[in-house]
């Protein structure tokens, strides 16, 4: 055993055995490579590498078992909070957010309306919600409206429809935007079986026009029936 500065080594290498060549009977040399395990002042081992074309073996960084400690204390606190269960939003806080997303889509519906009728949007103002209604058709998702509009010029107020998609967020997730008439009856399969006092234009509207079966229940709908 060769003694070197701070450190033991031992050669290990990775194939013991030698292949006969089968014309001259040599010993034929590996090409493998060959390991240095090397132990420090600490007592931790590293494996150093030597290859043939760099002879000197290439010593690791060793780990400390402070270090694996350190390590293992950050895995677990990773873990336990992994594992910590998320706060859900309470029911009154879900109502909440749907109304604000609600009055913030009816307002860019009033937007769309006031623009095509080259009217200020400052011109009409959004009072409230009084009939909202979620339906599928074809794949697609339509939201039916009836709410409340002010008319700031004449100080009156008028009932809208709107037809808008579920995550209106833009002027082109608006379908129509209306005022309805005394005589507007439309006909609405989706709002039939949800919302049957929620009125309809005549016509203009997407969604509705298909006798499916509807498989959600609106939020507002659940808190009736309990």
């Given amino acids: 055993m060769k003694e070197r500065s701070n450190a033991m080594s031992t050669r290990v290498p990775e194939s013991t055995s030698s292949s006969q060549s089968s014309a001259g009977g040599k010993k034929k040399e590996s090409s493998k490579a060959e390991y240095n395990v090397e132990k420090n002042d600490s007592g931790c081992t590293s494996a150093g590498l030597k290859t043939w074309e760099n002879p000197t073996p290439r010593q690791s960084s060793a780990i400390s078992s402070v270090d694996l400690d350190l390590l293992q204390d950050a895995f677990v ?23 604000e997303h609600d009055r913030l889509s009816l307002q860019i519906a009033l937007r769309t309306y006031a623009k095509k009728n080259n009217m200020l949007p400052s011109e009409l103002d959004f009072l409230e919600v009084k009939k909202r209604n979620l339906i599928v058709e074809g794949g697609k998702g339509y939201v039916h409206f009836n709410f409340l ?3 700031i010029l004449d100080d009156t107020s008028s009932l809208f429809f709107a037809e808008i998609h579920p995550d209106c967020k833009k002027e082109d997730d608006v379908y129509l935007c209306c005022p309805l008439e005394d005589n507007d009856c439309g006909n609405c399969f989706g709002c039939q079986r949800q919302a049957l006092d929620l009125r309809h234009p005549t016509s203009g509207y997407l969604g509705g026009h298909q006798d499916v ?12 029936e309990e």
Wanted: proline share 8%; net charge positive; charged share 45%.
């Fill in 77 to 99: 606190t990773a873990c336990r909070r992994m594992r910590r269960p998320r706060k859900l939003p309470s029911r009154e806080e879900l109502i909440r957010r749907g109304e």
């Fill in 149 to 151: 509009v002010k008319d």
């Fill in 213 to 224: 079966c509807f498989p959600f229940m609106v939020l507002e709908n659940e808190e009736e």
